[in-house]
């Protein structure tokens, strides 16, 4: 197990007087710290007074720290935390392109939370480059289920455009045949072209069944 980091005597008088010191004294003596040595500390912090300083903290500020923070260790004043905190912590993570970040954080939620939060951020692009690494595609494809077709086949374009068609067969096939077949309603022949062989292995072959014409005609070389 890796050693903890030590803690520098303004942070061990920080955790000694968190209890009594006032939230207005708290904030900028965190800040002071910095966002790494505030990662470093958070952990050793009681879960109570850990949610009140981070709801008191710079949205930035937290995106900067949680880089350096497993969201494992604070996950009790983590989950505590309203969605529209998540959200906005988020929102900042895909502006600073630490999708990665974005994504061990998000896969602590419920697929609730995870739906409320893909709906906030309204990008499908970044939404994908945070699925890239989830690990739990379960939780996505749990999160995505009522979302409109619309809105998935947006998002499989997306995929495609980045050179990620993994993510979204990974994300479709674990869909119902029929919302499948409703969202390849969505895409660009092109697109349908180039899903259709993995999904339909994926279905075992049952897919082409809930097909409209116009889609069994544009795939129907493709079997």
């Known amino acids: 197990m890796a050693k903890k980091p030590d803690l520098s005597i303004a942070m061990r ?16 003596v965190v800040l002071q710290l910095g966002p790494q040595r505030a990662a470093q500390l958070a952990p050793h912090m009681a879960a109570a007074q850990l949610r009140e300083l981070i709801v008191a903290l710079p949205i930035e500020f937290l995106a900067q720290a949680v880089v350096h923070l497993d969201p494992r260790r604070i996950l009790e004043a ?16 895909c502006v600073d392109r630490e999708f990665a ?4 954080y998000a896969e602590c939620l419920s697929a609730k939370q995870v739906k409320v939060l893909i709906f906030g951020l309204n990008s499908p692009e970044n939404v994908l480059q945070i699925a890239r690494h989830i690990r739990d595609m379960d939780l996505i ?4 289920r009522t979302f409109s077709s619309g809105y998935l086949g947006k998002l499989t374009e ?9 993510v979204a067969v990974r994300v479709l096939s674990g869909l119902p045949l029929q ?4 969202v390849c309603e969505e895409l660009r022949n092109t ?12 279905s075992n072959n049952a897919l082409g069944t809930h097909f409209s014409l116009r889609l069994k005609e544009a795939t129907d070389t493709l079997g």
């Open 13 to 28: 008088l920080l955790l000694a007087a968190q209890g009594a010191a006032p939230l207005a004294l708290k904030v900028p």
């Open 78 to 93: 983590y989950l505590s935390l309203p969605d529209s905190l998540h959200l906005e912590v988020a929102r900042q993570l």
């Open 101 to 104: 970040t974005a994504a061990r």
């Open 141 to 144: 494809v749990q999160a995505l």
């Open 158 to 166: 997306a995929a495609i455009a980045d050179g990620n068609p993994a």
């Open 179 to 182: 919302r499948q077949a409703d």
């Open 191 to 202: 697109t349908l072209k180039l899903l259709y062989p993995e999904l339909l292995r994926a």
